[in-house]
């Protein structure tokens, strides 16, 4: 499913409680994760708090990945 999702923006909540916004550029099977043009949300909003251009996220931090971010949140935040 996150092969399919390549070249789409999503949403990368991690264990520690911070959120990533960013288009999905490379998966692996660990779900390490490679976005492009990457933005840290500010912690219970939807407002850009860094904003990162190619970032990698080990898979051992993520809790979940939204695919379907472009979708819900149509306004993407930029910093």
């Known amino acids: 499913m996150l ?3 390549i070249g789409r923006v999503v949403l990368v909540k991690l264990k520690d409680g ?4 960013g288009k999905l550029h490379a998966t692996d099977s660990t779900m390490n994760l ?4 990457c ?4 912690p219970g909003t939807n407002e850009p708090r860094v904003k990162y251009g190619r970032v ?3 898979g051992s931090h993520v809790v979940y990945v ?6 819900v949140a149509p306004s993407l935040p930029t910093a």
Do not use: Q
């Open 3 to 5: 092969r399919d999702a």
């Open 18 to 21: 911070s959120e990533y916004v």
């Open 56 to 58: 990698l996220i080990r």
């Open 34 to 37: 490679v976005l492009d043009e």
């Open 39 to 42: 933005v840290e949300l500010k």
């Open 66 to 71: 939204s695919v379907d971010y472009e979708i």
